[in-house]
């Protein structure tokens, strides 16, 4: 283990890089743990957003892993994740308000959660990929594709 390594305390695929955002942020993942955690507990509650998930996921401990997994990846860059977000979403019954009330929730979470470095650098994340998310949700219900997933 190098000293890269050491400091970032988080197995990484580009230590070094992981190591720098921690110091800038103070993220790592027993607080992006926390912050799945917390998110998902809202998201369950809130009326538009929880039905949509019951009706799909039984199992909560799995998919709170998954997500710990793809924070830990987008945020830290450490490639815990191996997954295709995209399809999984792809054919859910939404629409922009949808991701836009996501995004209220998360970010709410993340200032309770995080620091507020670390707060604004998972949230600039979220927007980014809400904002992919939606396009192709939205593009595949235009062209008709038929849900696969
Ligand atoms: C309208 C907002 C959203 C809804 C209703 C939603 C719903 C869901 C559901 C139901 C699943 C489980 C799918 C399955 O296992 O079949 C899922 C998985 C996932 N979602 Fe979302 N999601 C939303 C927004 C987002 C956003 C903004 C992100 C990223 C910033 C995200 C990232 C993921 C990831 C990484 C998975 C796991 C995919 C895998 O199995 O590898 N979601 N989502």
Known sequence: MNAHEMSANVPSMR?????????????????????????????????????????????WGPHL??????????????????????????????????????LDLFRETAGEVCSPAGAKHVTERAERIARSLNMAVQDARESGVPDLS
């Open 65 to 102: 892993d998954r997500m710990t997994a793809f924070w830990s990846s987008v945020a830290l860059m450490t490639g815990k994740y191996h997954g295709a977000p995209v399809q999984k979403h792809v054919g859910l019954p939404v629409i922009w308000a949808h991701f836009d009330r996501w």
């Open 15 to 59: 230590p070094a890089v992981t190591a720098q955002i921690q110091a800038e942020t103070g993220l790592d993942e027993v607080v992006l743990r926390d912050l799945v955690h917390a998110f998902y507990a809202k998201v369950r509650m809130d009326p538009d957003l929880g039905p949509i998930f019951a009706d799909r996921i039984s199992n």
